[in-house]
């Protein structure tokens, strides 16, 4: 079957398509024939090694799938079964993956599958920031960073949806636009204009409850500067570069702010966890709280230039890849 393996961490040109043979489920696996991947920011990461993996290396942590076939001991899923899934075992960029059974869940008809493998590490995403890291309530100032982005299309318009105001930065003015219909109800183009004081002249100085910045060390200061005593600074991600120290006094001390740096692998401890909160995304979804518009669709033969158009800021929305 083909996937997408690399031998080296680099740029985008060490992602190949290889045939490899894909062996026996083990007794709680089961073989996934994969119907479309989602494409993620941390699978840029892997590939560049700033999230260090094992190589020679499959890539990709998002898909959605029907069971081939499982192993002896399987018993929450059978053969025939559509699953969506996002964690590792790392290859999710492949024609078919082997899984563990409490990895997967199940996914509710009325959501296609190019959606579920946008909404399964995404949604869940979105989920544990808006729910549990810190939990939305009506009324709340909310600034997202890459508003226009495959999370942010989710997050914002989710946010909105609780009732909150939702400030998102984008870096283009193309990008305004699709951030107004991703539900935020402010838009900065911060590549014109420093977020800082655009975002206080809209909610004051000191406005934000929470800031949502997956952008990393380019914005990181500024976003403090925005928050509110005692508001929550949640890092959750590194698209400019990885934010690895903090002035406790200047950062945190001076306004007695909240800080958190989670991933999704935090939210999804237990198998309860996991199944709670894709149960909740799903629902979001078929309740409308929130939409998928896919920006991109790729082959597998395409992944290098998926990962250029993602580091290189082109995407605006969540893009798959169609093995
Ligand atoms: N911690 C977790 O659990 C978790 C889970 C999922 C995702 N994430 C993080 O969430 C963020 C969004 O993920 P995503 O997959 O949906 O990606 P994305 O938002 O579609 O793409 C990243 C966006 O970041 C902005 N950006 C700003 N400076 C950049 C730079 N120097 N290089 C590249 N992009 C830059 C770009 O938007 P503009 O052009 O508008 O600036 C770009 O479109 C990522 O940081 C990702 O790692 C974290």
């Not at 989710?158 to 870096?171: D, F, Q």
């Not at 500024?222 to 890092?235: W, Y």
């Not at 309860?272 to 709280?289: D, G, H, P, T």
Request: charged residues 25%; contains cysteine; glycine residues 8%.
């Amino acid at each position: 079957m083909k996937s997408v393996q690399i031998e080296k961490f680099g740029d985008p040109e060490v992602l190949r398509v290889k045939n490899i043979e894909i062996k026996k489920p083990e007794s709680n696996e089961v073989l996934i024939k994969n119907l479309s991947i989602g494409l993620n920011f941390i699978d840029v990461y892997h590939r560049t090694g700033l999230y260090p993996i094992p190589l020679p290396s499959g890539i990709g942590l998002e898909a959605c799938g029907v069971i081939e076939e499982i192993g002896s001991s399987v018993k929450l899923f059978k053969v025939g079964d559509r699953v969506s899934h996002a964690s590792m075992p790392i290859g999710a960029y492949s024609e078919k993956q082997i899984m563990p059974e409490d990895k997967l869940v199940s996914v509710p008809d009325g959501i296609s599958d190019e959606v579920v493998s946008c909404i399964t590490l995404k949604g869940i995403t979105a989920e544990y920031l808006l729910h549990r890291a810190y939990q939305v309530k009506k009324g709340d100032k909310i600034l997202y960073h890459a508003a226009a982005g495959g999370l942010g299309q989710i997050l914002c318009s989710w946010a909105n949806a609780l009732g909150a105001e939702v400030i998102g930065t984008v870096g283009s003015k193309a990008k305004e636009e699709i951030a107004k219909k991703n539900g935020c109800h402010h838009v900065v183009n911060y590549s014109e204009k420093n977020f800082v004081d655009e975002v206080e002249k809209i909610v004051g100085k000191n406005g934000i409850d929470v800031v949502y910045d997956g952008v990393g060390i380019k914005t990181f200061k500024g976003s403090i500067k925005t928050l509110k005593i005692r508001g929550m600074m949640i890092a959750f991600g590194n698209a400019s570069g990885y934010v690895d120290k903090i002035d406790v006094k200047k950062d945190i001390n001076e306004k007695g702010l909240f800080f958190t740096r989670p991933s999704i692998a935090h939210y999804t401890l237990t198998r309860e966890e996991l199944v709670e909160s894709a149960k909740r995304v799903f629902e979001a979804i078929l309740s409308q709280k929130f939409k998928i518009e896919i920006s991109k669709r790729y082959s597998l033969n395409e992944v290098a230039q998926a990962h250029k158009d993602l580091e290189q800021r082109l995407l605006t929305g969540p893009a798959v890849i169609i093995p």
